[in-house]
């Protein structure tokens, strides 16, 4: 068979070109401008079998089959082919149901590492959401402890007294009380949304903690400065006055909070996944915390009065009169 190895490497080539169409020219049209592309004819090329037979013009001008110069099969390539950094690299798409992206990453990973070795040259990466939860993780490990201790300075700046700042962060477990269970009525996961809804139940707490104290000093100071905080009984019936006060507005709270945020949970369209994970920690929240810091918080004052303040009085605040 004439012709050098080169020779037939640019036939291979060229003939390769003419199969799937060369462009022969481009024609103007105004502005535009279109390729002129010609193919082999259709029965030349319709299957591998009269591929084979079809004759090709070597450098010689020869006329040869072209089964005698190329392999010809029909063989499954890939669809697309990617690369990261300048690497090779195919994508294993995972839908999930059921739980959250991160819980699942994390097991399927380990589960990874112990059954399969990857060859030298080879990584794996987990990509997709869980690389946007990741990096979420790793702010809410510093904008969480931030949000605590800036919640803790204001509440001290706002009462001057360590005690008072410790009693108030009580409402927090009552109230996540009721937005875990609502999470879990609802098969929610756990989500940045949630988080962020958890963060500003929080600020909710705090702000109603602040205030049942408030009520409950006013009725304790009202009542020492006429003289009628005797004994244990007194010290009862000043924190049910300053709690029953408190009712009124905290039920306002309560009733402002589900009357701007349960329109939420029953919303449709773009957006209303995220937003009834935000909101359904602070609908949950608040619901419990009305009926535990009415419960609670008066009986913690009414332990913290009585041991340091009327049974044995200690040193007293010197913002309180």
Known sequence: MPGTASQWNRFNRSSHQRLGGENITTTVEGRERYAINVPYMRDFRSSPETLKRALVTAMDGTQVPLAHVADIKLATGPGIIRDENGRLSGYVYVDIAGRDVGGYVEDTRKRVEESVKLPSGYSLVWSGQYESIARAREKLKVIVPITLLVVFLLIYMNTGYTAKTLIVPLAVPFSAIGAVWLLYLLDYNTSIAVWVGLIALLGVDAETGVFMLLYLD????????????????????????????????????????????????????????????????????????????????????????WHFHVKGPGTPNPGEP
């Open 218 to 305: 006013l009725a304790f100071f009202d009542m020492r400065k006429k003289g009628l905080m005797r004994d244990r009984e007194d010290l009862k019936r000043a924190i049910v006055e300053g709690a029953v006060k408190r009712l009124r507005s905290k039920f306002m709270t309560v009733a402002v909070t589900f009357t701007g945020l349960v329109p939420i949970m029953w919303s449709t369209g773009a957006g209303s996944d995220l937003m009834k994970r935000i909101a359904a920690p602070m609908v949950g929240g608040v619901f419990t915390s009305f009926i535990m810091e009415l419960l609670v918080c008066p009986a913690i004052y009414l332990l913290w009065r």
